[in-house]
């Protein structure tokens, strides 16, 4: 099977999309209706961000004192996200975002969109764009706002891309930080949700998803 030399891995749900505001404001809504629990930007960031929705959940239960099982709520929260996900994929496939993709597959580069949609919300959204060079993948993230280190490698291995040639696209530092214990450089897009998070160690942090930007990117392979 033959591995494709440069590869490009987006995490569509927060790099294209905002998904960092969009998990909050899920999380905010779940909580509140679970047992009225608050959640603020400093309690996301200490108990919830980077860790996985059971570790997480199960910490701030801990500090708000609620009664709560962090396991089922784990669950529900992580499918009320796909949920969201599913019903924003089909509108955050954006000219520019589309400009991205094609250009980086214009110059032989394989483009993996990675989402959390579900698969009929997903084929609505990207169908236009899977041609040749560019491919759909789909992953449960069991954590919460970006893919654990394993993700990325399962991305390469499941659509034939070297991770010594692949570049991860994610939208915060502790999607920039899973990949590089995945051993794969990174893009980063930061969102103001998630800006106060470490991007050191992104080979090129951008501003959006765009014909620009993939021109960057592609400075960022070796020959």
């Given at each position: 099977m033959a591995v494709a030399f440069k590869g490009v891995i987006v995490e569509f749900d927060f790099a294209a999309m905002?998904?960092?505001?969009?998990?909050?404001?899920?999380a905010a809504r779940y909580l509140n209706d679970l047992d009225s629990i608050g959640l603020d930007a400093q309690s996301e960031a200490k108990y919830l961000a980077g860790r996985s929705?059971?570790?997480?959940l199960a910490r701030y239960f801990r500090a708000v004192r609620t009664k709560k099982t962090a396991q089922k709520a784990a669950r529900e929260l992580a499918a009320a996200f796909t949920d969201a996900v599913s019903v924003a994929a089909p509108k955050s496939v954006t000219p520019?975002?589309?400009n991205f993709v094609t250009t980086l597959a214009a110059r032989g580069v394989k483009v993996v969109i990675a989402t959390r949609a579900v698969p009929h919300a997903a084929a609505e959204?990207?169908?236009?764009?899977?041609?040749?060079?560019?491919?759909?993948?789909?992953?449960?993230?069991?954590?919460y706002g970006c893919p654990r280190?394993?993700?990325?490698?399962?991305?390469?291995?499941?659509?034939?891309?070297?991770?010594?040639?692949?570049?991860?696209?994610?939208g915060s530092g502790?999607?920039?930080?899973?990949?590089?214990?995945?051993?794969v450089a990174s893009m980063a897009v930061m969102r103001d949700r998630v800006a106060y998070q470490d991007y050191t160690g992104a080979s090129l942090v951008a501003k959006d998803l765009s014909a620009a930007s993939a021109r960057r990117l592609m400075s960022l392979f070796c020959d």
């Open positions: 905002n998904g960092a505001e969009l998990l909050f404001g899920v929705y059971e570790e997480g520019t975002f589309r959204a990207f169908e236009p764009l899977l041609v040749e060079n560019v491919s759909l993948y789909r992953e449960r993230s069991l954590f280190w394993d993700s990325w490698r399962r991305a390469c291995m499941a659509n034939d891309v070297a991770r010594a040639n692949a570049i991860a696209v994610t502790n999607g920039v930080k899973s990949a590089l214990l995945a051993g």
